[in-house]
T-cell receptor, first 114, second 115 residues
Framework: DSGVTQTPKHLITATGQRVTLRCSPRSGDLSVYWYQQSLDQGLQFLIHYYNGEERAKGNILERFSAQQFPDLHSELNLSSLELGDSALYFC?????????????FGEGSRLTVL | AQSVTQLGSHVSVSEGALVLLRCNYSSSVPPYLFWYVQYPNQGLQLLLKYTTGATLVKGINGFEAEFKKSETSFHLTKPSAHMSDAAEYFCAVSERTGGRRALTFGSGTRLQVQP
């Protein structure tokens, strides 16, 4: 158990819809990272928040947005969903703003868009 | 810009045989290097990491990796495979740019262990 909690574990929805994925980092961790894992794209970095502020953006689509709240949990919002958005979405956390790469991952939220 | 190449998307070994998973990286500055493992239906967990110092690093579950700067490699090895090692393994590189470190993952290698 990494200490990172993601909900929901599974989500099935239709094209055009909007979903919200939630992540609670490990106790004491200030950084939250979001990754997308799909068969064709592999593990792609989406976005990084540190103590409520956006620190880095990766390959995140404009239809996607994220935020980190004062209690440090984070939400990833995916809108106008397309079939290609079906993937496993991981949240990871670390103590520092720049972890050097040692991240603690949740078990992921599997999104299926029909 | 940094990148990671994992040679072989699938590797199959017999139980008790040597495990060798290959990773090559490109980085314009001294990198930090990592191996993560993903068991079925789970998130990634850190196996081992290299930051500075000794180039042979030992991780959990009997795995180790050696940083070879001249070959830009960070191959993962285990002397004797166990059935429980079946998983997907990701090599990752972290490079400091603009005061921040960005982590880039390879495409992963799925390890099968045959009885």
């Amino acid at each position: 158990d990494s200490g990172v909690t993601q909900t929901p574990k599974h989500l099935i929805t239709a094209t055009g819809q909007r979903v919200t994925l939630r992540c609670s980092p490990r106790s004491g961790d200030l950084s939250v990272y979001w990754y997308q894992q799909s068969l064709d794209q592999g593990l792609q970095f989406l976005i990084h928040y540190y103590n409520g502020e956006e620190r880095a953006k990766g390959n995140i689509l404009e239809r996607f947005s994220a935020q980190q709240f004062p209690d440090l949990h984070s939400e990833l919002n995916l809108s106008s969903l397309e079939l290609g958005d079906s993937a496993l979405y991981f949240c990871a956390s670390s103590v520092a703003a720049s972890s050097g790469g040692e991240l603690f991952f949740g078990e992921g939220s599997r999104l299926t868009v029909l | 810009a940094q990148s990671v190449t994992q040679l072989g998307s699938h590797v199959s070994v017999s139980e008790g045989a040597l495990v060798l998973l290959r990773c090559n990286y490109s980085s314009s500055v001294p990198p930090y290097l990592f191996w993560y493992v993903q068991y079925p239906n789970q998130g990634l967990q850190l196996l081992l990491k290299y930051t500075t110092g000794a180039t042979l690093v030992k991780g959990i579950n009997g795995f180790e990796a050696e940083f070879k700067k001249s070959e830009t490699s960070f191959h993962l090895t285990k002397p004797s495979a166990h059935m429980s090692d079946a998983a997907e393994y990701f090599c990752a590189v972290s490079e400091r740019t603009g005061g921040r470190r960005a982590l880039t993952f390879g495409s992963g290698t799925r390890l099968q262990v045959q009885p």
